[in-house]
Every structure is written in structure tokens, then in C-alpha cells.
């Protein structure tokens, strides 16, 4: 869900877990191919992020 609040200057995204479609790249075999740590930084999620326009 994205939210946006105009008179706060703000901008919500909610986050969302989900999984994978097919074979996740772990299981492809990108970690070993490439050298990535596909720990926390590859997963089918999108996360909770809050923007805020700063005002001077």
C-alpha cells in the first residue's frame, strides 16, 4: 500500500512478504556464480519505508 500525506510532506510505502515464483536465486545458484551474499539483501519482499520532504 502506498500512502501519501500532502500536508505533512510524507510519503508511506507498507511493507509486504512474500515468495518466491520458480526457483529462488539461491537455489539458481547466483550467490556462487556471482559472489553475493543473498542473505537478507535478495528476498521477495518489499519494505516498510517512510519518506519525508524536509522543509526549511
Same mark, same amino acid.
Not at 551474499?37 to 519518506?51: E, H, N
Given at each position: 500500500?502506498?500512502?501519501?500525506?500532502?500536508?505533512? #510532506?510524507? *510519503?508511506?510505502?507498507?511493507?509486504?512478504? /512474500?515468495?518466491?515464483?520458480?526457483?529462488?536465486?539461491?537455489?539458481?545458484?547466483? !550467490?556462487?556464480? #556471482?559472489? *553475493?551474499?543473498?542473505?537478507?539483501?535478495? /528476498?521477495?519482499?518489499?519494505?516498510?519505508?517512510?519518506?519525508?520532504?524536509?522543509? !526549511?
Amino acid at each position: 500500500m502506498l500512502g501519501i500525506d500532502p500536508t505533512n #510532506y510524507q *510519503i508511506r510505502i507498507d511493507g509486504k512478504k /512474500s515468495r518466491w515464483k520458480g526457483p529462488s536465486p539461491a537455489e539458481l545458484g547466483f !550467490s556462487k556464480k #556471482y559472489g *553475493i551474499d543473498l542473505g537478507d539483501a535478495i /528476498s521477495p519482499t518489499i519494505s516498510k519505508r517512510k519518506f519525508k520532504r524536509e522543509t !526549511s
